[in-house]
């Protein structure tokens, strides 16, 4: 079992910065591929970015490549996600996750293939 708290949201000017943090409790943590996803009101949960357990192998979605950087600290239990450049665009809750992405050949972006998610985070950025 793992249990997920995002930090870090906020209200940022656009094309301005934010850090995310997720702070994960639970032994297995390091056994997961972690991920960031965002949800904007009215629109589905869309995947972000994610990393497996290691640290070693990320993977984007197109529209943050370049801008956005996930990493990872298993000796702390967290998972960041650095963003600059943000636009209004990107105003959304952003919710990690913990699961099997990238394993087994799942999918990295697929919601199905992450089994715990935190409560998110409000980024709100204006124009």
């Known amino acids: 079992q793992v249990q997920l708290v995002e930090s870090g949201g906020g209200l940022v000017q656009a094309g301005g910065s934010l850090r995310l943090s997720c702070a994960a409790s639970g032994r297995t943590f390091s056994s997961y591929a972690m991920a960031w996803f965002r949800q904007a009101p009215g629109k589905e949960r869309e995947f972000v970015a994610a990393?497996?357990?290691?640290?070693?192998?990320?993977y984007y979605a197109d529209s943050v490549k370049e801008r956005f950087t996930i990493s990872r600290d298993n000796a702390k239990n967290t998972v960041y996600l650095e963003m600059i450049s943000l636009t209004p665009e990107e105003t959304a809750i952003y919710y990690c996750?913990?699961?099997?992405?990238?394993?087994?050949?799942?999918?990295?972006?697929?919601?199905?293939?992450?089994?715990?998610w935190g409560q998110g985070t409000q980024v709100t950025v204006s124009s």
């Open positions: 996750a913990s699961g099997t992405g990238g394993k087994y050949g799942h999918s990295w972006s697929s919601v199905d293939n992450y089994y715990y």
């Open positions: 990393i497996d357990w290691s640290g070693r192998s990320t």
